[in-house]
């Protein structure tokens, strides 16, 4: 293009303010955007508004904070509405599970003064612990008359046990019986007694004996660091009366937790496998990166993102306390044989590594595929989702 041509398009594309006529369009499809922008911060607020009235609404009637059939739907219905739109279907189900959590969580903290049972006395047994500490802020900051005794308390336990309502061991895992056994006598007939360990069997029994009146054990699966109760489990295990233990279930409920029940035994056979099982094998996997002295750093920057997510599990093991773990890994006898049995089925590989045997693993790989069967769609699907957050955020 001749210098002439050139100067002359370069005039025809400037507009008078000196703007081309690319720069005066994009400026404004900007100011559109920003418009569009603040409608939606304004939509938010107005929406945020609604919020409230539910939550005064729930509060006044002691409903729970989340509504699980409610959520899914009008998540389809803004799916349906996205697809119709010519919009990703996952793109709006992730904005509206952000809003709908963020909104949870609000509501949740709106109800944390929300007491189920006011003016109800409850004593926390390991009220110095890191469980009892958690728990001891949740029910002061709904207004319970709180009380703890921890080990160097029992000179005071009748005093302190005086009209409660409520009693929590949350106390070490192999204490919890012995120090069930201790407290019973202690006990008003009518208060609930309950505790939070995560063995059930072993301290509903001894519960039971020690205690005449309502009981419930309960087992958290989550830990002191949750920053809130929003969706956390809490597994319920039946004692005795369960009517006269719901309020208990109930607050846990109008925090946002999520109530499980489930009997004593299953309970425990399923953790078995969720915790003992899940947190020894990420604990052998860590031992044997250490012993090989691997340089994490280093191997992170070749890595795919199932490897860093995985070896995020494997450092968030190690980066909490050893003695929650070793508690909850070697907690029963029952645990230990399924621990000797996985590192038996470990070794049975042994014979296929020193032959380098494809046929046998690919046989192998085969049957395990079929066993988890359905499963390992969702597993494709959620995992793919986790994987795809983490490329977003790393
Ligand atoms: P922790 O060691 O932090 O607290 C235990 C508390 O019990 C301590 O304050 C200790 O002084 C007290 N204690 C010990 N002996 C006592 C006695 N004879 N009388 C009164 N108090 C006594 O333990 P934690 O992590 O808070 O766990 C407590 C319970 O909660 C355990 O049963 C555990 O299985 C369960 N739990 C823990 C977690 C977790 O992530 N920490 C999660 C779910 C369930």
């Known amino acids: 293009m001749k210098q002439d041509d050139r100067n002359r398009r370069q ?12 720069e005066t369009a994009l400026k404004e499809l900007r100011n559109k955007i920003d418009a569009v922008d603040e409608a939606v911060v304004e939509l938010l607020a107005e929406r945020q508004k609604v919020v409230d009235r539910v939550v005064a609404l729930k509060k006044a009637h002691n409903l729970p904070v989340r509504h699980p059939a409610r959520e899914e739907d009008l998540i389809s219905k803004r799916r349906q509405q996205g697809a119709a739109s010519e919009l990703d279907p996952d793109f709006i189900e992730d904005i509206y599970r952000t809003i709908i959590r963020r909104s949870r969580v609000e509501q949740a903290s709106s109800m944390a003064g929300k007491s189920v049972r006011p003016g109800a006395k409850v004593l926390i047994v390991g009220g110095e612990g890191r469980m009892g500490r958690y728990f001891r802020r949740c029910f002061v900051d709904a207004d319970y008359e709180v009380r703890s005794l921890d080990r160097n308390d029992w000179w005071d336990v009748d005093r302190l046990c005086r009209e409660i309502d409520l009693a929590i061991l949350s106390v070490p895992i192999e204490q919890t019986e012995a120090i069930a056994v201790r407290l019973g006598p202690h006990l008003p007939a009518e ?181 988890f069967g359905a499963f390992s769609d969702q597993a494709m699907r959620e995992s793919t989702y986790l994987i795809n957050k983490l490329i977003e955020r790393f």
């Open 191 to 371: 208060a609930v007694l309950s505790d939070m360990t995560s063995l059930k069997a072993m301290p509903l029994a001894a519960m039971m004996t020690a205690h005449s009146g309502p009981v419930v054990g309960l087992h958290p699966l989550f830990g002191p660091t949750t920053s809130t109760l929003d969706k956390q489990i809490i597994v319920a295990a039946p004692g005795r009366r369960s009517s006269d233990c719901q309020w208990l279930l109930d607050q846990f409920i109008s925090w946002g937790a999520i109530v499980m029940t489930a009997d004593a035994r299953e309970h425990d056979e399923i953790m078995d496998i969720v915790q003992a099982l899940r947190h020894f094998a990420t604990f052998a996997f860590g031992r044997f990166l250490s012993q090989k002295q691997i340089r994490l750093s280093r191997s992170l920057e070749f890595s795919s993102p199932i490897y860093r997510l995985e070896l995020g599990m494997v450092g968030r093991l190690f980066a909490q306390d050893p003695s929650l773990y070793c508690e909850i890994i070697l907690a029963s006898s029952q645990r230990r044989a399924l621990l000797k049995d996985y590192v038996a089925s470990m070794n049975e590989n042994l014979e296929m590594i020193e032959k380098g045997d494809k046929t046998r693993f690919q046989e192998e790989f085969m049957k395990i595929a079929d066993w």
């Open 11 to 22: 005039e025809e594309q400037t507009s008078p303010a000196g703007m081309s006529d690319v």
